[in-house]
């Protein structure tokens, strides 16, 4: 996993993923200068997230786009745009949930801390199901850290009982569709390290064969 992560980038699609980990790099620091600490940490935490897909070893398009929504959903937040405009949060949330399940399951998979879907009668089922399981629980973690925030840090965050039905129920929905899409987003890295079967986060792990490499 670290040899994946510090290899150097091969081709343009993993140039462009580490320019959005740079770009969210310089965020922590233009958000501490204009905003304020809280703001830097989330950018901070949103830069350290956004080396997941390296260390899989995902494929760069993955990478790409987990950077990209990542970074809308935090300065989305820096820039209030959740408050002014209130629809806004529910699309951010089926895509940041949605992916943040997909690696999750891709992450716990490797380490192997669900089970094989390959064991299992149904892989593709069996994956969806857990992947919008552990969406549904990443949505409940952040409710939870949006209520910290509001009553111990910053009241402007927006809370209430609507706002946290309707986040959860489309966190949910883009777990789903993570979930259906697995196949693509646990795709390997073509390139360097992180491509073949042995590669990735549980590379020193003996290897099982997967639903993610094996079943559509």
Same mark, same amino acid.
């Given at each position: ?19 959005? $980990?740079?770009?969210? *790099? ?16 989330? =950018? ?9 897909? $390296? ?21 989305? %937040?820096?820039? @209030?745009? &959740? ?6 949060? =529910?699309p951010?949330? =089926? ?9 999750? &399951? ?5 380490? $192997? *801390? ?11 089922? %069996? #994956? #969806?199901?857990? #992947? ?21 840090? @910053?009241?402007t965050? &927006?809370?209430? &009982? #609507?706002?946290?039905?309707?986040? *959860? ?39 099982? @064969?997967?639903?993610?490499? @094996?079943?559509a």
């Open positions: 996993m670290i040899q994946t992560q510090l290899r150097r980038p091969s081709g343009a699609a993993e140039v462009t993923a580490d320019a959005l $980990r740079a770009v969210a *790099l310089v965020g922590i620091v233009v958000a501490a200068i204009g905003w304020g600490p809280i703001p830097a940490v989330s =950018l901070a935490l949103a830069a350290g997230g956004m080396l997941i897909p $390296r260390l899989l070893g995902l494929r760069p398009s993955v990478d790409i786009a987990f950077g990209i929504v990542v970074l809308i959903a935090v300065w989305s %937040s820096v820039l @209030d745009i &959740y408050i002014t405009t209130r629809w806004w949060d =529910l951010v949330h =089926l895509l940041t949930n949605g992916l943040c399940a997909a690696l999750l &399951y891709i992450l716990l998979e490797r380490f $192997r *801390l669900v089970a094989d879907a390959t064991t299992l009668p149904r892989p593709m089922l %069996s #994956t #969806t199901v857990v #992947t919008t399981a552990l969406g549904l629980a990443l949505g409940v973690i952040w409710e939870i850290f949006e209520w910290v925030g509001h009553t111990f840090l @910053d009241p965050i &927006y809370v209430g &009982y #609507t706002d946290t039905i309707g986040d *959860l129920v489309w966190g949910g929905a883009g777990a789903l569709l993570a979930g259906m899409c697995m196949r693509f987003l646990a795709g390997r890295a073509t390139t360097g390290p992180g491509a073949g079967a042995g590669a990735g986060a549980g590379a020193d792990l003996p290897r099982r @064969d997967s639903v993610l490499d @094996d079943e």
